[in-house]
């Protein structure tokens, strides 16, 4: 199983998950959010594969999301615009990502990673 795992390396909450990988002997490419941030198309492949709803995706607590005033902006955009949104900026996006197969989630919940590898 190679999986792709999309995070910020300072990012206290992406190295727990990190660890969670290594711990369980998951194979996975390592990407920066920050250096190389997911392109529009991936970001509506992942949000697809996911099934969650695509605010899940934006960093609520992030600095960039409180000074472009998104939490009221969000609501007035369309979905290509949060897609397009998403992929000018890394930090916007929430981390980790972590992509196996057709299966995606953002953020760390060890059970739900847990489904995700079969364990």
Same mark, same amino acid.
């Given at each position: 199983?190679?999986? /792709?795992?999309?995070?910020?390396?300072?990012?206290?909450?992406?190295?727990?998950?990190?660890?969670? /990988?290594?711990?369980?002997?998951?194979?996975?490419?390592?990407?920066?959010?920050?250096?190389?941030?997911?392109?529009?198309?991936?970001?509506? @492949?992942?949000?697809?594969?996911?099934?969650?709803?695509?605010?899940?995706?934006?960093?609520?607590?992030?600095?960039?999301?409180?000074?472009?005033?998104?939490?009221?902006?969000?609501?007035?955009?369309? /979905?290509?615009?949060?897609?397009?949104?998403?992929?000018? @900026?890394?930090?916007?996006?929430?981390?980790?990502? /972590?992509?196996?197969?057709?299966?995606?989630?953002?953020?760390?919940?060890?059970?739900?990673?847990?489904?995700?590898?079969?364990?």
């Amino acid at each position: 199983m190679q999986a /792709l795992f999309v995070c910020y390396p300072k990012c206290s909450t992406c190295a727990k998950a990190r660890k969670f /990988l290594d711990e369980n002997n998951i194979s996975y490419d390592f990407r920066d959010i920050k250096e190389d941030r997911p392109s529009k198309e991936e970001l509506k @492949d992942w949000h697809q594969k996911s099934g969650l709803d695509i605010k899940k995706f934006f960093n609520t607590s992030g600095q960039a999301y409180r000074k472009l005033g998104l939490k009221d902006k969000l609501k007035e955009m369309s /979905l290509e615009e949060k897609y397009q949104l998403l992929s000018t @900026d890394g930090m916007l996006v929430k981390r980790p990502i /972590l992509v196996i197969d057709d299966k995606v989630t953002v953020g760390f919940k060890e059970d739900v990673w847990k489904e995700i590898i079969g364990k």
